[in-house]
């Protein structure tokens, strides 16, 4: 059972305008939901994440928000430029217990056109 | 350089031949973790580990084996490969055990079982 989803493999953006990124839950228990960012032959890299006791993060272009009554979380980068094209994979954090457990969705290439 | 490296980055290996997949990382991190990464299902944990001669099974850790002797190192063994463990494996580390960082990834494995 898939308990983080990311229901949208492929996504298309023009340069400077807004790609938004959604990833949905099932796990009420999760505390923290982080956000990677993939290049081709590379591991997976950090970009942001938020503690669930929070609503919204920022850290430059990319904000992520979380919505706990919906289970869902999102990324919106903005501006999008060439270099964010990438596969992005949302990930959650079960809690102190079982903390390095994290649970990754399926992830979504973003494609960033000219 | 802060880094989490495996080996080999490449692998290709008959069915039954037992085979390591080596990770050490320089950032004397307490956590560390494995992954495999196959289309359509995202990043799924193999095992985890939260301290030397610690570890635990993640979510697909059946054919799979590993050892934390030391703590810059989280050997991944398969003791008898079989061709449904032709995946792209990645091993990362984390300091805290809290995930708001999130792990450190290594540039990968990909392995193939013919």
């Known amino acids: 059972d898939q308990q983080v989803k990311q229901n949208s493999p492929s996504l298309s953006v023009q340069e400077g305008r807004i790609s938004i990124l959604n990833c949905d839950y099932t796990?009420?228990?999760?505390?923290?939901f982080l956000w990677y960012k993939k290049y081709p032959a590379e591991g997976p890299t950090f970009l942001i994440s938020?503690?669930?006791?929070?609503d919204k993060n920022e850290d430059g272009r990319f904000t992520v928000f979380l919505n706990k009554s919906a289970k869902h979380l999102s990324l919106h980068i903005v501006p999008s430029q060439p270099g964010d094209s990438a596969v992005y994979f949302c990930?959650?954090?079960?809690?102190?217990?079982?903390?390095?457990?994290?649970?990754f969705g399926q992830g979504t290439r973003l494609t960033i056109n000219p | 350089e802060a880094q989490v490296t495996q080996n080999p980055r490449y692998l290709i290996t008959v069915t039954g031949k037992k085979l390591t997949v080596t990770c050490s990382q320089n950032?004397?991190?307490?956590?560390m973790s494995w992954y495999r990464q196959d289309p359509g299902l995202g990043l799924r944990q193999i095992y985890y580990?939260?301290?030397?001669?610690?570890?635990d099974k993640g979510d697909v850790p059946e054919g799979y084996k590993v050892s934390r002797k030391e703590k810059r190192n989280f050997p991944l063994i398969l003791e008898s490969p079989s061709p449904n463990q032709t995946s792209l494996y990645f091993c990362?580390?984390?300091?805290?055990?809290?995930?708001?960082?999130?792990?450190?990834f290594g540039s990968g494995t990909r392995l193939t079982v013919v």
């Open positions: 990362a580390s984390s300091l805290t055990q809290a995930m708001k960082d999130g792990y450190t």
């Open positions: 796990n009420s228990m999760f505390d923290y």
């Open positions: 990930a959650a954090s079960p809690g102190v217990q079982g903390a390095q457990k994290l649970v």
């Open positions: 950032m004397n991190h307490e956590y």
């Open positions: 938020i503690s669930s006791i929070k």
């Open positions: 580990s939260m301290n030397v001669e610690v570890t």
